[in-house]
């Protein structure tokens, strides 16, 4: 995507408490500390990367309040109380560069039943089905395929990217961000075992999502058996992660990529879970518990627990025994060599 | 979902072998013991809830035959063989007024090829397409957004939800129903090395899944390399599960969420696979044996039995050993206090 | 998929390097050597079915150079050098049956913005949507409701498989593959924690794919923070892999299903990794560098080396750990011999 900005424009919007140096060149490019070259704008983001600074090339540097050193010539240094985040700023300009505001409308190739309620200031893409009884609030985006079944919800502000299923009857809350792909309110998976034979336990419940959630590509959630699978506010779930029926997630809570949680687990708010982690059904994990990637939790976590390992155990001592196990063959030795002593 | 039954239509739904008390309330929902309100129905599914009965709002609950309380006011006890069994009948009963059966017909927007075959009582929905030579059965539903490839088969009342992909040549039961986003026929994962280049192993066989299988959301099954990947009868998968090309699925097996199965493994009928549970290529999982989640398994697995962890092993001795695997820390301080002793 | 072929049009396709016997039979089909009936073609590929040779009743048999058995009657023998590799040629021509030569051309149902270049040679099938500034290159092939989002590229002769998402602005080589439901260009997972919520780091950068690439159903590869995510000439990915931002994955690696690699992670040339394996962010594995299944790994890998487990250790040392961990029980009788014996 093509960049440009004056360090003034960059100036404006990160607003730092204090500057060195000076730049004439505009900005045309974000990069790295050290494959950044003139014209890119870079920032000191991890402290490992600080011996970087004296040598980059950049024409502007994001670098935290208590960076010490000078810039170069030609070379502006922007101080500030955290650099990822001033970058984040202007990142969100360049997003809205990428992803320009769609034009409200609904396209004429979109296929929405006459029982659906539109709000005019949205935007039903190119191909997307919209079925009767759904509505789909103010300024919310369909991008392109999307598919929102009967009675289902969409809040104001949201934006559904191509190819996401929202089931009938469910509800996502306002500034709802889902990625390609995702799936919400496939069927549970709930079978009863009668004659030799998996009887479907119907699934007749909702998936209801709280405002600010993202959810990302080709994630599946499924709908409750008979009441709510639900989301909490503020809640980030990456890609490709499994939400299995009646699961409650708190607020503000982090799900790897790949993570799996089965039926009815609750997560309370401010739970991180690892990548490819899974977790049992009817289990809590309590308020800001963390999980480590491909931990295997079967039962309750503490609130503010760090857990990990397969059955997930307290970080520390997970770690300690994985030293303790990788030091059994000299073990298996010392016990054979007592053995050996004359008794 | 709004519901409505009256009492009477309940009791006529689950043919209860007994009923204590009597209620007036019309069922407006379902709901938990602990959760249910007046006007709501209610079931003991587990008998670790069993304190919860006394004190449930519910208007009607489903009970064992074996429970021995007798209701409050205004309440009505239901006493069956198996109460959630009976609950999902209830739930049969919401389902069909939450899924409406389909109008038959295909919509204008779908793009289904003059060649193709579609029976005059199945639903094809907006913006599905069918190609030349495929075949849709009676009262099959294509809801949405489905993709049917060349001279795939599509069997008598299957449900094939949005985003749906079915790829050529492949072939559906009876009954089966698809949820939102599944691949049926992607290339199995299959190369040669040559020349330093990995040169692709044409992927020419099909993907044929029995009657009344069911596929969660996102699962993807690769075809064959040159002869069939298989799901048998009333075979029930979860979402995001991976099923390797030549794999052989027996009858009314349970694959769990986020399971891979590596190519051409078989699994015989009445397997239990745990989530995110990983089997390797060319083993046999014998008839009835389960496997806990996150199991790796990598060799043949005797049927009946139930394995756990990575690399699987009798449940009974993979739990032992995490057991003294945790005791660790305890038994070096043992070897270095005998160590100590005087030889 | 109905196969019909002349003895001697596979003679043509495999150039063998001998033959020995002949066969009037056309064949028909492909099958393993016990499966086999005649008018089949089967091919010994794996030493370990050598027995099967002799009683097979498949008119035509590939078979290494060195084998040393004559064939029955009306049976014909071809010794070639890499038998899977001939059979890899046949299934070529068989593969260009399965899938007919597209015709070029926009389909009416497509909606492609009057922005965007699409070759003339290209076909862009039914439902599919391309947006303004996208560019659709020579004989590429966008098979049925794909998405291809504004200023992307699609190389000459790609396939895009039904539902295949490819974002802005990413970029795909010559001859890439991408199986049903891939999405190419989510946004990456990143957030700041600022005042007790997390504030979405935006995701500004591409996703560029090189020549060659093979992606797997529903995999997903997210676009980098503000530069690219990249996936080097001639990898292979299977189904259901996730990329995260900023990862770096080298030239003709394979990566099978499942894999999850977290942000910003160098995969150097020919890695291979295990189904269900996953990688930390921000580490590097080395040149040809091989992982086992569900391994776990959260630091470099050196070139050439073969690692398993969670946490991931040298193989061999792994092999031999997981031995001794099954004889712990063992070991805590022997300590407790030791600690009985008088001192």
Redesign the interface.
């Known amino acids: 995507?093509q960049v440009s900005f004056t360090p003034a424009e960059i100036v404006s919007m990160v607003q730092p408490k204090s500057m060195r140096g000076a730049t004439s060149a505009p900005i045309r490019g974000?990069?790295?500390l050290s494959?950044a070259v003139r014209g890119d704008l870079s920032f000191l983001g991890n402290a490992r990367y600080k011996a970087d600074v004296a040598a980059t090339l950049a024409s502007v540097v994001l670098l935290p309040l208590d960076y010490p050193g000078e810039p170069g010539a030609d070379q502006l240094f922007l101080l500030v109380e955290?650099p990822?985040?001033a970058?984040?700023r202007i990142?969100?300009h360049?997003?809205q560069m990428?992803?320009p505001k769609p034009t409200p409308g609904v396209?004429p190739?979109a296929?929405v039943d006459p029982g659906a309620q539109v709000h005019p200031s949205a935007t039903v893409?190119?191909?997307c089905?919209v079925e009767a009884g759904a509505v789909v609030g103010e300024r919310a985006h369909l991008q392109?395929?999307v598919?929102v079944?009967r009675?289902a919800q969409v809040g104001a502000d949201n934006w559904l990217?191509?190819?996401v299923?929202v089931?009938?009857?469910c509800v996502l809350g306002k500034r709802v961000?889902l990625?390609?792909?995702v799936?919400i309110g496939?069927?549970g998976?709930g079978?009863?075992f009668?004659g030799?034979?998996?009887?479907?336990?119907?699934?007749?419940g909702?998936v209801v999502i709280g405002d600010?959630v993202?959810i990302?590509?080709?994630s599946?959630l499924?709908r409750a058996?008979?009441?709510r699978t639900e989301v909490g506010e503020?809640t980030?779930i990456?890609?490709?992660v499994?939400i299995?029926h009646n699961v409650v997630i708190g607020k503000?809570c982090?799900v790897?990529?790949?993570v799996?949680i089965?039926g009815s687990t609750v997560l309370e708010d401010y739970v991180v879970l690892g990548?490819?982690a899974?977790l049992?059904g009817h289990i809590r994990i309590g308020k800001g518990a963390k999980a480590g990637?491909?931990a295997?939790i079967?039962s309750d976590i503490a609130a503010g627990a760090f857990v990990n390992?397969?059955?997930a155990?307290p970080f520390q001592?997970e770690r300690?025994?994985?030293i303790?196990?990788?030091?059994?063959?000299d073990?298996?030795k010392?016990?054979d060599a007592?053995?050996a002593?004359?008794?």
């Open positions: 995507m974000l990069a790295s494959s955290q990822s985040v970058l984040a990142c969100a360049l997003e990428l992803w396209h190739s296929c893409g190119p191909l089905v392109a395929q598919f079944g009675n990217m191509p190819g299923v089931g009938a009857e961000r990625q390609p792909g799936v496939s069927d998976f079978y009863e009668v030799g034979k998996h009887e479907k336990v119907p699934q007749v909702q600010d993202e990302g590509a080709n599946t499924d058996r008979f009441s503020g980030k990456d890609n490709l499994q299995a503000h982090l790897c990529a790949q799996g089965s990548g490819q899974g049992g990637g491909q295997g079967t390992g397969t059955p155990i001592l300690r025994l994985a303790l196990h990788q030091r059994l063959p073990l298996f010392r016990v007592l053995e002593r004359k008794s």
